[in-house]
């Protein structure tokens, strides 16, 4: 896959690590003991929700995830990885809608079922005064400007695993 910085918008990409790849980043997120009680998204009143794991840099999973995505998208290269983290949401408990600030998020979905619309669990964008989902199929990656305002929802019957890569110029 080969973005370039002016069709950027929210994009995304199926299928995106290998088979092998995909499975890795999905026992780190399921087998981690490091989550802690969610945040509070920069410059809002709303309280935390869900949970949250920051991956170490020295992990291999960030590591991979990182140089995949510096081989595939051309305009980060020059730019500074400044955090990859797991987000986790238990079935019925939706995030607030936020932005990410002056970054590229990249937005992984690495559960291994097969993805069933009456699940829900779609990241919602408001774009224009309309909302638009994108399905947390499993394999897919997110790509979008930061500034977008965006909400997690959750998944009906299972834990929603989510790995946000925000990429800077600062």
Sequence with gaps: ???????????FSD??????????IYEYCINNTNYRFG??????ESPPTGFVNNIPETH?????????LR???EFIRDMRLSRMYVNCFAPGENAYFHTDGDCITFLY???????DI???????FLVNGNVHGILPVPNRMV??????????TALRNHHRFSVAIKYSNR
């Design 1 to 11: 896959m080969e973005i370039s910085q002016e069709t950027i918008d929210i994009s």
């Design 15 to 24: 299928k995106f690590f290998s088979k092998q790849e995909h499975e890795m």
């Design 39 to 44: 945040e509070k998204d920069s410059g809002s």
């Design 60 to 68: 291999i999973v960030y590591k991979m995830i990182n140089i995949i």
């Design 71 to 73: 081989k595939r998208v």
């Design 109 to 115: 979905y690495p559960n291994l079922e097969q993805y």
């Design 118 to 124: 009456d699940e829900g669990g779609e990241t919602k």
């Design 143 to 152: 790509i979008f400007d930061g500034n977008i305002k965006h909400s997690a």
